[in-house]
């Protein structure tokens, strides 16, 4: 298993400012997730970050809104740009573990709230 | 079209009941199975996996799971139910590339005394 750190814990922000999430692991990782979980929803892929290629984004998320960092193979950011209230989710990282089982780990979470 | 069913959106069991919550999933082959819990305000935490083999799997807290292949169905099953347990669960399911993974629309559990 890993564990994962997410900083911030919570926020609340204004529209149209930007928020970057920062998500550390105690451990070296291949391949990391961000999710977007809504009020009382399941979790969401945003998009897939594995260190050295660039982050490959699920359908209905951009780049330019979620533009997505992963300098090494513990780390990795998510920013959620130009924000509007229909932003307000948490947001969670996890990191797969190697040997294609599909088992993932994740992060407490960021919930984030947009006035 | 590949997905995750989970029929009960809530459940209220009584504290020392049993628990069955149900997931289904369709797919051409058979997928990587996961439950994953999320108490109030916390991440996900695993709690079992089936990849192959026996089809009976235990976890932690005292959870097991049973894959039927012929109905398709990961059920998770608890046989005595704690106040702690109150949380939503989470079925997950692995298949294709690039290891993601697609969660089921989650069981609220609530627990009463």
């Known amino acids: 298993s890993a564990v994962i750190s997410q900083k911030p814990s919570r926020d609340i922000c204004q529209r149209g400012t930007s928020l970057t999430i920062q998500c550390q692991v105690d451990s070296q990782v291949t391949m990391m997730f961000w999710y977007r979980q809504q009020p009382g929803q399941s979790l969401t892929l945003i998009a897939t970050a594995n260190q050295g290629s660039e982050a490959t984004y699920e359908s209905g998320f951009v780049i330019d809104k979620f533009p997505i960092s992963r300098p090494n193979l513990t780390f990795s950011t998510l920013t959620v740009s130009n924000m509007s209230p229909e932003d307000s989710s948490i947001y969670l990282c996890?990191?797969?573990?190697?040997?294609?089982?599909?088992?993932?780990?994740f992060g407490p979470g960021t919930r984030l709230t947009v006035t | 079209a590949q997905s995750v069913t989970q029929p009960d959106i809530h459940i209220t069991v009584s504290e020392g009941a049993s628990l069955e919550l149900r997931c289904n999933y369709s797919y051409g082959a058979t997928p990587y199975l996961f439950w994953y819990v999320q108490s109030p305000g916390q991440g996900l935490q695993l709690l079992l996996k089936y990849f192959s083999g026996d089809t009976l799997v235990q976890g932690i807290k005292g959870f097991e799971a049973e894959f039927k292949r012929s109905q398709s169905s990961f059920n998770l099953r608890k046989p005595s139910v704690h106040w702690s347990d109150a949380a939503e669960y989470f079925c997950a399911v692995g298949l294709g590339g690039y290891q993601k993974v697609t969660f089921g629309t989650g069981t609220k559990l609530q627990v009463i005394p």
């Open positions: 996890s990191v797969g573990l190697a040997g294609g089982t599909y088992e993932q780990y």
